[in-house]
């Protein structure tokens, strides 16, 4: 079952407090919807066909490079123009989920999740930090992990999410144009580190076990940490 807390594609606006999204933005979104009316019309053709029709395949990786277009356009759009941080209310069990739900569809059977005290609230911009981890993990795949972990656990203030991978994973500057030569796929840890930073959280990354803590601080003011 798809999650569909805080959608990775869309931002919630507040009137009161906000402008209209930038032209890049909505070019984004008009973008992602073309993708997912061709998505559909896939859909419509596959279910036409008979289980051993040898249109399968190519339908397939036409979908594929439909969802991976529509990363490249919001990996450039998130780099160029980023988002204003909007902290809100939300649970442990969201984020993890998030974060693997915007993963390709054959990369989410491969990432096992783990959530200590999945009811456990917090108060960050949990759009941000899903998407960010989401990266994190993308860019291990595209290092050439075969599986992949994502652990979140509540501290005293705020929380760490650990990411894992199971193995060769190269560098960024090793994987870049290699194994998937896509923009998504170069961006990924960079908009992940600068995202990360922006949310004030510190990520620290073994390389010997493969392993990536980040620690996301909790609110400044209002006490509203994990609880």
């Not at 123009?81 to 998030?98: D, F, H």
């Not at 096992?112 to 795949?141: C, I, K, Q």
């Amino acid at each position: 079952m798809r999650n569909d807390f805080l959608p990775m594609l869309t931002t919630t606006l507040d009137p009161a407090t906000d402008a209209a999204p930038p032209c890049g933005e909505r070019a984004a979104r008009a973008l992602c919807q073309r993708v997912a009316s061709l998505r559909a019309a896939i859909d419509a053709v596959r279910g036409a066909l008979s289980a051993e029709d040898a249109l399968h395949a190519p339908l397939s990786g036409a979908e594929f490079e439909l969802e991976r277009l529509a990363r490249d356009v919001r990996a450039l759009v998130d780099w160029s123009l980023p988002s204003p941080v909007r902290p809100l209310e939300c649970s442990l069990e969201e984020i993890g989920l998030a974060a693997v739900d915007a993963l390709h569809a054959d990369r989410r059977g491969r990432t096992l999740v783990a959530v200590e005290r999945p009811t456990t609230r917090v108060y960050v911009d949990g759009p941000l930090a899903s998407r960010s981890l989401a990266r994190l993990l993308e860019h291990g795949f595209a290092g050439g992990a075969e599986r992949a972990g994502l652990q979140l656990e509540p501290q005293e203030t705020g929380f760490a999410a650990i990411t894992s991978f199971d193995g060769v994973v190269l560098q960024h500057d090793e994987c870049m144009g290699e194994l998937e030569p896509c923009v998504s796929a170069g961006l990924a840890e960079p908009l992940a580190r600068r995202d990360l930073a922006r949310l004030g959280a510190r990520l620290e990354a073994d390389t010997k076990t493969r392993r990536t803590t980040v620690s996301f601080p909790g609110p400044e003011a209002g006490n509203r940490g994990a609880r």
